[in-house]
């Protein structure tokens, strides 16, 4: 059976199909054993499935797990009260909040432009260069003591 | 003010009713009511206790805030599960991804492992007493990778149809058939394995 039909054939079985397309799998179904043994195989899973749900109690006890939800509604409601105690929160949280995201991101693009125009170096965009290109080192690490030691070489 | 007895005795839609006024008694009542089935359906999807626990406790506050939109079209413990799911799709979507998948779980998500395990030809769950069936069907489902338990869940014990749950998945409706399709012979040869097991 080709994937195609297989796939067909579950939409069949739970109801998914209409018209030709139904007609046209209980064909397949009538002529075909391996797709006959394919519905067998579905509908009793699908069937253990629906009787087959376990029954799970929550290992809590009613008190503990309830005082954990009363605490959470009462802390947003307290939060909320707050809000409607003090409207003008609720404003600044609302628009000035994000207003003033806005204008430091903005800063923070334009700046870098701004500068560039008045042709002064920015020194985060500016290539720095190393006179001392021949220079090597050997840097050692001790955990144990704590301590960097850098053995810089210029021969 | 009511006694805890009086709220055990009300029906559900009634201690709705009392909660969207701020009965938060009566809230509680509710919780007790339902906690098992959402703790359960939240484990289902999650495979994990603490996850289950914090997720259910979540579905309780968010639906306490969302009491008035309630309006009682289907039953509470619908519009609760609802809540739940969500959440768990949620904490699903966010946890990590591992960064490589195995050859097993790639055939797994191009759905073509399937066609090549044998048919279950003889039911393994006949003769199992409820408690045995629900046992091994739990067990076979905790094999399973959460992408095909949830679609599992979502059609199964949810009852929703293919379209419903490529939306709440946010996937193709065949990726959906191809999950769901996988998930199910996957489950018919861990039963039947689980069977064979039990008779050596």
């Known amino acids: 059976m080709k994937q195609e039909d297989v796939i067909k054939i579950q939409a069949w079985l739970d109801g998914e199909l209409a018209g030709s397309e139904a007609e046209s799998v209980e064909r397949l179904?009538?002529?075909?054993?391996?797709?006959?043994?394919?519905?067998?195989?579905?509908?009793?899973?699908?069937?253990?499935?629906?009787?087959?749900?376990?029954?799970?109690?929550?290992?809590?006890?009613?008190?503990?797990?309830?005082?954990?939800?009363?605490?959470?509604?009462?802390?947003?409601?307290?939060?909320?009260?707050?809000?409607?105690?003090?409207?003008?929160?609720?404003?600044?949280?609302?628009?000035?909040?994000?207003?003033?995201?806005?204008?430091?991101?903005?800063l923070f693009l334009v700046l870098p432009i701004l500068r560039q125009s008045r042709q002064q170096p920015w020194v985060a965009g500016a290539e720095i260069e190393s006179?001392?290109?021949?220079?090597?080192?050997?840097?050692?690490?001790?955990?144990?003591?704590?301590?960097?030691?850098?053995?810089?070489?210029?021969? | 003010m009511p006694?805890?007895?009086?709220?055990?005795?009300?029906?559900?839609?009634?201690?709705?009713?009392?909660?969207?006024?701020?009965?938060?008694?009566?809230?509680?009542?509710?919780?007790?009511?339902?906690?098992?089935?959402?703790?359960?359906?939240?484990?289902?999807?999650v495979r994990n206790e603490e996850e289950a626990i914090d997720l259910?406790?979540?579905?309780?506050?968010?639906?306490?805030?969302?009491?008035?939109?309630?309006?009682?079209?289907?039953?509470f413990l619908t519009w609760m599960t609802r809540i739940v799911i969500n959440l768990c799709l949620d904490h699903l979507r966010k946890q990590k991804h591992p960064v490589s998948l195995s050859i097993e779980q790639l055939d797994e998500e191009t759905g073509g492992v399937e066609r090549q395990m044998p048919i279950v030809t003889i039911d393994p769950t006949e003769g199992?007493?409820?408690?045995?069936?629900?046992?091994?069907?739990?067990?076979?489902?905790?094999?399973?990778?959460?992408a095909h338990r949830t679609v599992l869940v979502l059609h199964e014990f949810e009852g929703l149809e293919y379209k419903e749950i490529a939306k709440r998945m946010g996937c193709s409706i065949g990726t959906v058939m191809s999950r769901l399709f996988y998930a199910r012979r996957?489950?018919?040869?861990l039963l039947a394995d689980l069977q064979q097991e039990r008779q050596q």
């Open chain 1, 29 to 106: 179904i009538a002529q075909d054993a391996d797709a006959r043994a394919l519905v067998a195989e579905l509908r009793w899973t699908k069937s253990a499935l629906v009787r087959g749900e376990l029954e799970r109690p929550v290992p809590e006890s009613r008190e503990f797990y309830w005082s954990k939800i009363e605490r959470a509604i009462r802390a947003t409601e307290t939060a909320r009260q707050a809000v409607l105690d003090r409207p003008w929160v609720g404003l600044v949280l609302r628009w000035f909040a994000p207003a003033g995201i806005v204008a430091a991101l903005a």
């Open chain 1, 131 to 155: 006179p001392l290109s021949d220079v090597g080192s050997i840097t050692f690490r001790s955990e144990a003591e704590g301590m960097t030691v850098v053995w810089v070489n210029t021969h």
């Open chain 2, 3 to 45: 006694q805890k007895d009086d709220y055990a005795a009300r029906d559900d839609d009634s201690l709705v009713r009392a909660a969207k006024q701020g009965d938060m008694a009566a809230f509680e009542e509710l919780v007790a009511r339902h906690r098992d089935k959402l703790y359960a359906r939240a484990f289902s999807m």
């Open chain 2, 56 to 75: 259910s406790q979540e579905a309780w506050v968010k639906a306490w805030q969302k009491l008035g939109q309630f309006k009682g079209g289907s039953s």
């Open chain 2, 128 to 146: 199992l007493t409820q408690e045995e069936l629900r046992r091994r069907i739990d067990d076979a489902m905790g094999k399973l990778t959460h």
């Open chain 2, 186 to 189: 996957r489950l018919a040869a």
